[in-house]
């Protein structure tokens, strides 16, 4: 089993949906949760730290649920900009900084 | 400040030769993590480093790779010889209390 696994997708929406990704990890000593994203072509990038009591930025909302070992994302009112791919990451410690990286999932708004 | 700097932006080999990848992390970052990314096994941690010093290096292949922090501001990660499955995107990164932030990425393509 994967230590990090998320629905590789893509997600085709319209403009305007509401969309939620998935991830789940297999470590239950995980500590820290955060979501990336990945435009094509370019370097993943910081989206949101994920806290257990669940956290909001703009139209983006995180959950972590740790009795099941399951983090969440949620955009609301998608944007054309949002195409990316979104990468679920897990830090099994909070002592060595180390990240995993799910295999991401793949987003995709049209007009 | 101007981020993770990573060079080659592309690399083009010919199997068994040689390959150096370089990389500067940001200024008062004291991890530095070297990711291999593929289509098909996304992002994967290859080597960590903490102020210097390689804390875990499971992620490496295989004996061909070799890397090393030899100062705060400078890592390399080498592989000896290249093969053609080394092809992928090898990326930098630095962290700051586990938030991650990458380099643009070398694409290497071994022929």
């Known amino acids: 089993r994967k230590e990090v696994e998320q629905d590789p997708g893509p997600f085709n929406v319209p403009e305007g949906a509401t969309v939620a990704f998935n991830c789940t990890y297999s470590?239950?000593?995980?500590?820290?949760f955060f979501w990336y994203r990945q435009d094509c072509r370019k370097e993943p990038k910081l989206l949101m730290s994920?806290?257990?009591s669940g956290n909001e930025d703009g139209r983006f909302t995180a959950q972590l649920n740790r009795a099941s070992q399951y983090i969440s994302l949620l955009i609301r009112d998608s944007k054309l900009s949002d195409s990316a791919t979104y990468l679920c990451?897990?830090?099994?410690?909070?002592?060595?900084?180390?990240?995993?990286f799910g295999q991401g999932t793949t987003l995709q708004v049209k007009p | 400040d101007a981020g993770v700097i990573q060079s080659p932006r592309h690399e083009v080999t010919e199997m068994g030769q040689e390959v150096t990848l370089r990389c500067k992390p940001i200024?008062?970052?004291?991890?530095l993590f070297w990711y291999r990314q593929t289509m098909m096994r996304g992002l994967e941690l290859l080597i960590y480093?903490?102020?210097?010093?390689?804390?875990?290096d499971s992620g490496m292949p295989e004996d061909r790779f070799s890397a090393k922090m030899p100062n705060a501001s400078f890592s390399t990660l080498k592989i000896q010889p290249s093969e053609p499955r080394d092809s992928a995107v090898y990326f930098c990164?630095?962290?700051?209390?586990?938030?991650?932030?990458f380099g643009s990425g070398t694409q290497l393509s071994v022929l």
């Open positions: 200024s008062g970052h004291n991890s």
């Open positions: 480093f903490n102020n210097n010093v390689p804390i875990d």
């Open positions: 994920v806290y257990s």
């Open positions: 990164a630095s962290s700051f209390y586990e938030k991650l932030f």
């Open positions: 990451v897990v830090s099994p410690s909070s002592n060595t900084g180390k990240l995993i």
């Open positions: 470590n239950s000593a995980s500590q820290s």
